[in-house]
């Protein structure tokens, strides 16, 4: 099987949901590549359900999907959805030092399940550092032009590759968008 790669931005409640099982539903942990789902957004002309009269309705579906998933309880941010363009930098230069699932689920899990406020630098740090990254370099690398053109790279490989909503899952060309499609991932690659 190819390596399996999930697509998320840490924004998005369903891709908390994905990152949070993807390992144990397909029985190999995927790579994680951080993109900007705004981009992909714009590309599509749409925007995010949590800016619609959708909204409750799906954080309550977020909430019971959780639930279902044996996950802690979902405690959203008081600002959500916030700004979250430094955050994905800061994902983007976790992965480029090694440590980027550490720091994706890290900060799922400050975001979700502990209402954390991901736009605000020192937290972005603080989340690098549970994730064993030296936290204090966080402010220059959220700044790096390599980091910027990088998730910006990424952004557009994943537009590329077919890739309109996040989670999505690739396994080599195959793609299966949503959290709750992982099981159908699973079953469709076993050997």
Do not use: C, N
Request: no cysteine; glycine share 10%.
């Amino acid at each position: 099987m190819a390596m399996p790669v999930l697509y998320f931005d840490l924004g998005s409640p369903y891709a908390h949901l994905a990152v949070a099982r993807a390992e144990r539903v397909l029985g190999v942990a995927p790579d994680l590549q951080p993109v900007l789902l705004g981009a992909l957004f714009q590309r599509r002309d749409s925007g995010s359900w949590a800016r619609t009269a959708e909204r409750a309705a799906g954080m309550a579906e977020v909430e019971r999907r959780a639930a279902a998933y044996g996950l802690p309880p979902v405690r959203w941010p008081a600002v959500w959805p916030g700004d979250g363009l430094a955050v994905m930098r800061a994902a983007t230069w976790a992965r480029r030092e090694g440590d980027g699932a550490a720091f994706a689920h890290a900060a799922f899990d400050r975001a979700f399940a502990q209402g954390g406020d991901l736009s605000d630098v020192a937290t972005i740090a603080a989340v690098a550092a549970a994730a064993g990254l030296d936290g204090e370099r966080v402010p220059a690398a959220i700044a790096d032009p390599e980091v910027k053109g990088a998730l910006r790279a990424a952004t557009d490989a994943a537009w590329d590759a077919g890739v309109r909503g996040i989670p999505t899952l690739r396994i080599g060309e195959r793609l299966w968008f949503g959290d709750d499609r992982l099981d159908e991932a699973a079953g469709a690659t076993a050997p």
